[in-house]
């Protein structure tokens, strides 16, 4: 199965374990159809989740960091496919709702579409997974996790079972913890298609419950298997650890001291928990906040919030991947890119950092499909269009 068909399954379940009760006839359905949304139901739904799914508000504080317009802005022009394509061309063909590029933490282009403004939220998808690696990196620095050779036990007591036994934190979060998992979508027996859904132990959090009666198939930290799983027990691995929800530690650690514009969202699962794999709900404008914070090293006010060569070790190819996928590696739920890292959700949503450049693009679209090779090829020549015109 491709790398983009496992993104495609991870999020399918993210929203079927997310649905919640019926709605309104005036709102699209949540769980499992919003990968079925029509356009319209795609550009109001995107920028509505909070009305749709259960969901943890993380708060902004009583300063914003200024994104400055710098004095020279770009519009880049590119051929691809045949045609020749613009700015505008490009977010009308691709059903961009935005795109925001800094330099060197200036604005060097800002445009919007699909009835969006600079004030309008929109889900993040799978982006949601790099914040909640940052977060496990916060929780080193502040002490709470103590390191990231701990075993995962140490944090989730009762994710008890062979599967688990040994696997240390550094190993879930490169998802090289050797457990056994199957994340096609198209076999209603997979994991991904069960984990989350239901729960016969009182007291545990359905998405444990479930993970911890899979079994090992590798040793731990020799092969690499996308988990859909394994992105919310590093969640679930975050709350336990600090003893606050992944919003309060969230708006302590970042959106509050560091100055992001608006509140912002988070999609929980049904017992009542952030999905540590999906679905924030942030602007633009605070999408790349979160760029340019990982692009200055993850600090605050000149203060390190993550520990020493953090981002660097976060961001390095703990797994090598084949040239045929699109990326060259993965690191601490970040995708690695000639140049660059990158945090990604389907439908076109993208946080790509190019640090030797002091670049940073965030995207968010509502493509016509969630995934596919040529949405993404498209968008990454987008992304190299850019990078020549800001030089």
Known sequence: MSRSTLRLAAALCLFVAAAG???????????????????????????????????????RGATVHALPMAQTQIDPKWTHDGKTWDTASYMAAMRTSGVLVLKDGKVILERYGLD?????????????????????????????????????????????GPGYAGVTV????????????????????SDVAKVGFSSDEAGVNPVVSYMRKLPREATPGTKFVYKTGETDLAGILVSSATGKTLSAYLSEKLWAPYGMEQDGIWMDDIAGHERGGCCISITLRDYARIGQFMLDGGKIDGKDVLPDGWVADATAAHVTLPPESGETGYGYFWWLMPGGYSAQGIFG?????????????????????????????????FNEAIRAAAK
């Open 21 to 59: 009760p019926a709605l309104a006839a005036d709102k699209p359905a949540g769980g499992a159809a919003v990968l079925s949304w029509t356009p319209d139901e795609q550009k109001w739904g995107y920028k509505h989740m909070e009305e749709i799914n259960p969901t943890h508000v993380f708060k």
């Open 116 to 160: 969006r403004g600079p004030n309008d939220r929109w889900t993040s998808f799978s982006v949601a997974k790099s914040v909640t690696a940052t977060l496990v990196g916060m929780a080193v620095k502040d002490g709470y996790i103590k390191s990231l050779d701990d075993p995962v036990t140490t944090y989730i007591p009762k994710l008890t």
């Open 170 to 189: 550094r190993q879930l979060i490169t998802m090289t913890s050797g457990v056994k998992w199957n994340e096609d979508y198209t076999d209603p027996n």
């Open 349 to 381: 949503q993208q946080i790509m950092i190019y640090p030797k450049e002091r670049l940073v693009i965030a995207i968010n679209s509502a493509w016509p499909r969630a995934t596919g090779r040529d949405l993404w090829g498209a968008q990454a020549v």
